[in-house]
């Protein structure tokens, strides 16, 4: 089975959460790191270890990306990193697969399944070398109170400012280890 790496520079983490109920605001992280062991003729044995820069949070409006940063939100200083780390592995189709694991947010660890699609592995070469790599986009959800994220401003009854519901796609690309 090989470690594969978190090529950086090819991957981030989307997130949509409603804003007033009425419309999607769209952020993401730009900032992941980890490692993912795979065997393509053995793709249950999948397991993974992500790590998510919380601070390298960004929505486009720095208002509003400082705010999510804040104690109100991610924490960022007392919780700098948001991790992932997997459990098990389904499959559940022709390159889906179902990755069960535990994210951690703001120290809080709760219990999550990635439904993730992935792609290649493909070869190539350039001025630094030759590599193998895959592609992956993940989708999930989560209920951002359960990780002690609980502001909100409510203006009547059943309307609020920030959507409980977070929805969340990680794409992104993976190399070869040499280990």
């Not at 720095?62 to 924490?75: K, P, V």
Request: charged share 25%.
């Amino acid at each position: 089975m090989g470690k594969w790496v978190i090529d950086s520079e090819h991957t981030v983490a989307h997130f949509v959460a409603r804003h007033m109920m009425i419309t999607d605001v769209h952020g993401q992280f730009n900032k992941i790191s980890g490692f993912i062991y795979f065997d393509a003729a053995n793709a249950g044995s999948l397991s993974a270890e992500i790590e998510i820069d919380a601070k390298e949070l960004w929505t486009g409006v720095e208002r509003r990306d400082n705010h999510l940063r804040s104690a109100d939100f991610l924490d960022v200083e007392k919780y700098p990193k948001i991790l992932f780390k997997s459990t098990r592995t389904e499959i559940a189709g022709s390159n889906m697969l179902e990755v069960h694991g535990e994210i951690t947010i703001r120290g809080i660890t709760r219990p999550i399944t990635l439904n993730t699609e992935y792609f290649g592995p493909v070869q190539y070469e350039d001025e630094t070398g030759s590599y193998t790599t895959m592609g992956f986009h993940a989708t999930t959800h989560l209920h951002r109170e359960d990780f002690g994220m609980i502001w909100n401003n409510y203006f009547g009854p059943g309307n609020f400012m920030a959507g409980k519901l977070v929805r969340i796609t990680l794409n992104g690309e993976v190399d070869l280890s040499d280990e």
